[in-house]
């Protein structure tokens, strides 16, 4: 995990003092980004959850992941609101049961839910649910997850941020700039 730690350190130094605050928090973030790109060598797709403030953000990741230009292989990113739309009527364990068993078949090769939002909202039960979920969580210090905070006045700023370095890490990974060691 060094070198991929070292490849994000030149990495977020290449983005100048705008992004000088993930610095220290690379730390953090190399745990739990290095899991889930070993994930998406598997085979893996990603569902990406939000909550409802968050929503701009899920569809910018799922539009900018697999733009054309990037010149590598398509990313399996969806929306699990656009894979279930009634995503807001799951009330009970038995629900969120039903919806687990519906993406099992759907994505036989895995699927690992990346979650961006509160703590607080109903779903952020359903990555909580699944051990290997990626969780960007607002407020609340949760574990095996990135904490950010909803107060920050650059937040949406730090988002995008985020994601351009987990898009980087996943061309570094498939274009073997950098190995993802045990």
Do not use: C
Request: proline residues 3%; hydrophobic residues 40%; charged residues 25%.
């Amino acid at each position: 995990m060094q070198e991929f730690l070292r490849w994000t350190l030149e990495s977020i130094r290449k983005d100048g003092s705008a992004f000088s605050w993930m610095e220290e928090r690379r730390l953090e973030w190399v745990p739990l980004v290095v899991p889930m790109l070993k994930k998406m060598m598997q085979g893996n797709t990603f569902i990406v959850v939000t909550d409802d403030e968050r929503s701009w953000f899920g569809e910018y990741m799922i539009r900018s992941i697999n733009k054309t230009a990037q010149s590598r292989p398509f990313i399996p990113f969806v929306s699990l609101h656009s894979l279930f739309p009634n995503l807001n009527n799951l009330k009970n364990k038995e629900d969120f049961e039903l919806l687990e068993d519906m993406l099992s078949l759907t994505f036989a090769n895995g699927y690992t839910y990346l979650y961006v939002g509160r703590s607080n909202d109903a779903r952020y039960q359903i990555p909580k649910q699944k051990y290997d979920s990626f969780i960007w969580v607002l407020d609340e210090h949760v574990q095996n997850s990135f904490y950010l905070t909803s107060e920050d006045e650059f937040l949406d700023i730090k988002l995008i941020q985020l994601f351009k370095l987990l898009n980087r890490s996943i061309d570094a990974v498939l274009f073997a700039e950098v190995a993802l060691e045990d």
